[in-house]
């Protein structure tokens, strides 16, 4: 028996030793531990051991039990040891490496002049208001009295979604929005700058732009108001020496209605290739809120009286920046937009 013990364990060990993975060594299990295993077939082969040989026998099937279960737990260690080490060969990284080199990004110019616009206007004690790209008929044209078949439509290129809606042309859908919001409550003291849309791609038009829209709404609000708003308005953003000059226009929504240009800050106003050599430069457009569009707002024309002015951002910036084509504003090319990061949108040169 013992012979027999000592081969059988040697013949296990020379098993284990060729064991190369989790599912070999399951194997092995089943053939030695298993209903059938080797092992168990000793063990209940004790029955037929006679008595005074049963406490032998059952020492030697121990030890090629114990010798399983060592070898067993030896070689499981060993080759989940090899599984691991295995995967982390495979994931490794290797951190002498160079990294790709993180591109440093830039403020758009198109941002700074919001900023700038904003922190102005919230310094006068205005409320900075958002409102839908995709609008209505109704808020960006019908509420701004302009009826359907109006020819001012015609000025604005639009993008129609389909009957109903559009892509904003104007900035000034919001004023409808802000009054609809607000009815009767004053005073309104509000921006809203963003996006706008119009069938437009050339090098000084894009089919994207931006505008800040302007609205005030109380009682007394006169258009010395407007021009004082105005006035402090273009001297802080281009500068203390700045004139302003008030031309009459027309817009459905506002009446009187203006044109506000403002001296050229490049020329200070001799005539340049900027201003055209008139040494003016087109800045918004401006008016008294129009009875019509306050009664549909809400707001009872013979109580309330009320400003608005619209300025393109794009132009703003195009201008503080001599940034030669619109387009360049929406490329996002980094090399365009690293120029601005020295700029101080108070210095005019
Ligand atoms: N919405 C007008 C435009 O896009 C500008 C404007 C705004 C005019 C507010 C008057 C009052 O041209």
């Given at each position: 028996m013992q012979e027999k013990i000592d081969e059988l364990v040697s013949e296990l060990k020379e098993k284990f030793a060729s064991v190369t993975n989790m599912k070999e060594l399951n194997d092995l299990k089943v053939e030695y531990m298993g209903k059938k295993g080797i092992i168990t077939e000793l063990s209940s082969?004790?029955?037929?051991?006679v008595n005074e040989k049963k406490k032998e026998y059952g020492m030697h099937v121990n030890t090629l039990r114990t010798a399983f279960n060592d070898g067993f737990e030896t070689f499981k260690t060993r080759l989940e040891e090899e599984m691991v080490n295995q995967k982390l060969k495979e994931e490794t990284i290797d951190i002498s490496l160079p990294s790709d080199k993180l591109q440093r990004g830039s403020k758009h110019p198109f941002n700074r002049i919001i900023e700038e616009v904003e922190d102005l206007f919230v310094s006068m004690g205005y409320d900075v208001v958002d409102g839908p790209e995709l609008e209505d008929d109704e808020h960006c044209f019908r509420l701004l009295n302009y009826t359907v078949g109006h020819p001012a439509r015609d000025a604005q290129d639009t993008f129609y979604i389909d009957e109903e809606y559009l892509l904003r042309t104007q900035t000034s859908a919001s004023q409808s929005r802000v009054m609809q919001a607000n009815t009767e409550k004053t005073p309104i003291r509000v921006i809203c700058p963003g996006k706008t849309y119009r069938r437009d791609d050339d090098a000084t038009h894009s089919h994207q732009f931006g505008q800040v829209e302007g609205l005030v709404i109380d009682k007394n609000i006169s258009l010395a108001d407007l021009k004082g708003t105005l006035e402090i308005f273009a001297r802080r953003l281009l500068g203390e020496d700045t004139k302003v000059r008030f031309r009459p226009s027309y817009f459905p929504f506002t009446s009187p209605s203006c044109e506000v240009d403002v001296s050229c800050f490049k020329c200070g106003g001799k005539g340049c290739n900027l201003c055209k050599g008139t040494g003016w430069i087109e800045l918004l457009g401006a008016g008294m809120v129009h009875p019509n569009v306050l009664r549909m707002g809400g707001y009872d024309p013979d109580v309330f009286t009320g400003f608005a002015f619209g300025t393109g951002l794009d132009r703003l910036a195009m201008f503080k920046y001599a940034i030669p084509d619109i387009r360049y504003m929406y490329t996002n090319d980094i090399r365009f937009l690293k120029q601005f990061d020295a700029c101080d949108l108070s210095d005019k040169s």
């Open positions: 082969g004790i029955k037929d051991v």
